[in-house]
């Protein structure tokens, strides 16, 4: 069993969806990451969040500590949000980051 | 801007040649990491660094090698042992902020064996 675990693997949606990733981890952590990898393999840091909720124009990432677990939110989505989002979380000792497998989001217009 | 270059982009190498992959970052950051990622699966922790000349094996280190001879660069060979190179390749680097800590990757280089 990995340790974090994203759901869906695969997501299609129509232009304008709001979308949802979920996050599970199963390790102790500090802070968790939300990454987002474009086709051409690029990876962008999106959220690295320890508590809450962050925005960013249209992204929306929220963490439960004690239930550890975490959502990515896209409202409004756009073709180009079309990518693969990868949760990380790093160790306790924040030595380590442990990667999902990723989510493959594709928008259609 | 600061940041992390890692060159080149795309890489073909011959079966059996070494190959190095570099990373720069100018962030003033300590730690630095080596991820290998391939089709369907998370990235995987090959190598990484806390600090200049000093470095840690990751989960799947056989088959490659690493230095850390300045706080910057931490570069990546990909030796002839390694029986499965064909893969992306993502370096990162850490700050450490209080009790956060804080993750800036690299764009990846993808390094196709032939």
């Known amino acids: 069993k990995n340790e974090v675990e994203q759901s869906p693997q695969n997501l299609t949606a129509q232009e304008g969806e709001f979308i949802t990733i979920n996050c599970s981890y199963s390790v102790g952590i500090s802070a968790l990451h939300w990454l987002q990898q474009h086709p051409g393999g690029g990876i962008v840091s999106l959220f690295m969040l320890s508590s809450g909720k962050k925005k960013h124009g249209r992204l929306i990432a929220t963490i439960n500590i004690q239930e550890k677990h975490s959502s990515l939110h896209i409202t409004a989505s756009h073709p180009r949000d079309s990518a693969v989002y990868i949760c990380?979380?790093?160790?306790?000792?924040?030595?380590?980051?442990?990667f999902g497998t990723g989510t493959r989001l594709a928008v259609r217009p | 801007d600061g940041g992390i270059t890692q060159s080149p982009k795309y890489l073909f190498r011959k079966e059996g040649q070494n190959v190095t992959l570099s990373c720069e970052q100018n962030l003033n950051h300590d730690a630095m990491y080596w991820y290998r990622q391939d089709p369907g699966q998370g990235l995987r922790l090959i190598y990484y660094?806390?600090?200049?000349?000093?470095?840690q094996k990751g989960d799947i280190a056989e088959g490659y090698s690493v230095s850390r001879e300045k706080k910057e660069s931490f570069p990546l060979t990909v030796t002839s042992a390694q029986k499965n190179p064909t893969a992306f390749y993502l370096c990162a680097s850490r700050h450490r902020r209080g009790t956060n800590y804080g993750y800036t990757f690299g764009s990846g280089t993808r390094l196709t064996v032939v």
């Open positions: 990380a979380a790093p160790t306790r000792g924040g030595d380590k980051l442990t």
């Open positions: 660094s806390q600090i200049v000349n000093d470095f």
